[in-house]
């Protein structure tokens, strides 16, 4: 056996298999390591359901190419994998649903998943046995189905093999060191004692350059050996398998098979087993399960049936497929599931650590196997992945997460599975948690809370007694109207918005200046002056975007996004440590828990801070004199000190007031109080999304990621090209594919575009849009998106499509909303 190797994955299931496989593709020499059998975790009792439907572009794009790569296994290996391309049906009961479909749809057409649409008389001529009178209608993939997971598993362990990949069961990893250049890992030799796997006295250990952990159930037990927060925590989930069913029997004699059909409004899937059918439930009150660890008594095991949870699941089958009412119980599984709070798997590097990559929490692992190994690989031997992993990075967790915190967020993401993806859904489970002092203040306002990295944060704000869950929609929700006031008071009198959750770090030492001129593209600040910059991955695409402020010769304040807080703070502070030899020491602290920040933006947002700011010369101290655009100023509001400065994300005149988090509600009431004479208004989140998209300020997450260089973002004049930067060859060699413009849209009377949707030119899918939203300044929906280079130009007309029909679009010239910036230089 290898005891020296360049990559170590840990765990013998889908992922870990299709991990090994793809990294001996690359070319990596790679050891395979699983403590028990081959598929004996969650693997091997998966229904093997390969559902392309994903709301998400990254993994509709793992999801895609597992699909297709699945297709090609038994070529490569003499295996069959037993995947059955029966296609698969999504069955709407409601409007709503027809309608996230229709969302989900243009989510489909940017990756390039097919896609009918069908009518209930379409499917009940096809499939008599399906009740379809309370159907809307359906959306039907035809190019996946459902797979054999155990021999998928094994085919691409053959497959892995086939490329020199060393595959050893029966031994557990047990422990890590990193030397500082590589990985020492403990493992024990697994025995079997009275059918029970123990570990044996018999100990080695195998140094890696790089380790994968794909283990499962057992990440909560990684997590422990790592030092690290992993909210990986499995659910019980459970199928049952009927008897034949007569009519399904007489059926198929002349007929193919049935798709997989899902009944999404009941909440299960379907699909045929041996003349008889499997029943897939998402019930309610599944229970978390291993929450400290998997018992060692546990091994290939299932739990068992809970057939009172899913009664009411088993019953709306028999009303859709009547002739199942008559046909007995043949067969149950009740297995664990690994889930996360938001229910994508965690893969990327790990906190903190270096060449530790995870592949954990997967709760649709037997489709995300393929594509998953895939890019996983691409990020680990070229660097970064074609397609922005963000999404799934462990890091958007924070270190703050707790065990029940995991448990209780899987059992809801679990239910939801679902659960109608309404794109302003906001889940209700473990909230409150994270707070700014000002909490109950805005609440008593009527904030109406979304959730950011854990942070309650304002999306809007309503009278009295109204229901966020039922203002949801697909299209223009009851909250549409309470975002237009806002947007609105900001353009034209003043609004201030909670802003408590940005992430903030300081970066200060001998070391610093020199060390952020290279981490960034930009030109850095003067002292006292604010630059908006990037830091970029080594191949070139956007990793953060940062506000820096130069605080003092050798002092930064850098503020980057809420949601990213740890994911921005593990690029920083392993890029410094890299760094610091060669450019002295660097001090980096994540200072986001000790300030809060308010925006206050619009036209009277100076007359409003004119009534608490404490000067020698009150009535110049906010002028563009003393206090110019884009610098930084210490003030007093009141016996409040601020840190304010001149930007203002909805693009008017306006300040953040970075201010200590201790005074947060004294600075809250004064500003109030002030307010009341210029009409102060309190404004959410989704009034600044749009009228940010007004100023073609790119957002992090949407325009801006790693599958996008800040060229490609159309950021050229946030780029200094005259020094040299940390990507700066790779962003040059990359050129611009694609690139980012902002558009207007005459759209639907009743919705806009969430920024998911695809856009064409003619009849040919030009590209796609990012953000999406409503334009007060110009009554009319509004966009941003990517496109091909030489359509992005001021006046070229697309076409947006949305709700399956296409609405046309034209592409504006940057910042449509006062190109000159008049109004945030505005004097006073
Ligand atoms: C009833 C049920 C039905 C499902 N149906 C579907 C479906 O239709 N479609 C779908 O996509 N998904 C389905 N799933 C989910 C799917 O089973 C999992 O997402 C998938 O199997 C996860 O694969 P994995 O490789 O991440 O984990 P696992 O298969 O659990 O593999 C992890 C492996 O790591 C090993 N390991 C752990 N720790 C160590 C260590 N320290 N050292 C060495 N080895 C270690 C374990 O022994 C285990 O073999 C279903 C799940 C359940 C419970």
Known sequence: MQTHVKALVVGGGAVGASVA??????GWQTTLLERDELTSGSTWHAAGLLPLFNMSYATSHIHDYSVKFYKTLEEETGLNAGFAVVGNLRMAQTDARMDEYMLYASTAETVGIPYEWMTPAQIKDRWPLVRTEDLKGAIFHPT??????????????????????????????????????????????????????????????????????CTGNHAQRTAKMLGIKMPAIPVEHQFIV?????????????NPEHPVLRDADAKWYVREERGGWILGPYERNAPACFEHGVPDTFRADLFPLDLERIEEEYMSMIHRIPSSETVGLKDDYNGPICYTPDGNPLVGPAPGLRNMWLAEGFSFGITAAGGTGHYLAQMMVQGEAEI?????????????VTTEYGARKNEEAYEHVYILHHPDEERQACRPLRTAPCYDRVKARGAQFGCVNGWERPNYYAPEGFDDHAARSFRRGGWWQYAVEEAKAIREGVGMIDAT????????????????DWFTCNKLPKVGRINLTYALTANGTTRTEYTIVRLAEDEYYLISAGAWTAYDSDYLLKAAQDKMAEFGWIDIHDITTQWGVFAVAGPKSRDLLGKLVKDADPATVLSNKRFPWLSMRNIELGMCPVRAVRVAYTGELGWELHHPIEMQNYLFDQLMAAGEDVGLKLVGARAQNWLRQEKSYRAFGNELGRDATPMEADLPRFIDMSKDFHGKAAMEATGVRSKCCTLLIDGPTDADPWGREALYDGDTKVGRLTSGGYSVAFGKSIGMGYVRPDLAVEGTRLKVRMFNELWDATVTCDSPYDPTNAAIRKDG
């Open 21 to 26: 496989y793809h990294l001996a593709k690359a």
């Open 144 to 213: 996946d189905g459902y797979i054999n997971p155990a021999d998928m598993t094994q085919a691409m362990a053959k497959g892995a093999r086939q490329r020199g990949v060393e595959i050893v069961r029966k031994v557990q990893v047990d422990g890590y060191r990193w030397t500082g250049s590589e990985w020492v890992v403990t493992c024990t030799k697994m025995v079997e004692r009275g059918g029970n796997l123990v570990a044996s006295d018999e100990q080695f250990e195998i140094t890696a350059e790089h380790v994968v952990t």
């Open 242 to 254: 009927t008897e034949p069913d007569a009519a399904l029997v007489d059926y198929r004699k002349s």
């Open 388 to 400: 922005d992993m963000a999404s799934l990075d462990p890091k958007r967790f924070g270190s703050w």
């Open 501 to 516: 959750a940005f992430t903030k770090h300081l970066v200060r030492g001998p070391g610093a200046t020199q060390f952020l």
